[in-house]
């Protein structure tokens, strides 16, 4: 069992920054690849970023690349994703989730989720 809690949502200008957490407990971070999902009011969930066990891999949503960064400390089981250069379509809830098996931008493919954290931008 991996327990994830995420922080560091809020609200923020268009254009602006924000860094959210995701603290893991539980089994070996490490042996888990993590990634983060976000779902916007009325809207599927839709996948962001991932990173590989080791952190050497990472992937992202168009969407979001080149404006945000995924990454993790094992030393410390936390994940993180840097958003920059934010947009009002960035709002939404944003999801850390884990995954024992797969490095994928499939939602179903991850065994652990956090609660959310909110983020919001205005324009």
């Known amino acids: 069992q991996v327990h994830l809690v995420e922080s560091g949502g809020g609200l923020v200008q268009a254009g602006g920054s924000l860094r959210l957490s995701c603290a893991a407990s539980?089994?070996?971070?490490?042996?888990?690849?993590m990634a983060w999902f976000r779902q916007a009011p009325g809207k599927d969930r839709e996948f962001v970023a991932r990173i590989n066990w080791s952190g050497g891999s990472t992937y992202y949503a168009d969407s979001v690349e080149g404006r945000f960064t995924i990454s993790r400390n094992n030393a410390k089981t936390a994940l993180y994703l840097q958003m920059n250069s934010l947009k009002p379509e960035d709002t939404a809830i944003y999801y850390c989730?884990?995954?024992?098996?797969?490095?994928?931008?499939?939602?179903?493919?991850?065994?652990?989720w956090g609660q959310g954290t909110q983020v919001t931008v205005s324009s």
């Open positions: 989730a884990a995954s024992e098996n797969y490095y994928s931008d499939y939602g179903a493919q991850y065994d652990y």
């Open positions: 539980g089994r070996t971070f490490s042996n888990y690849a």
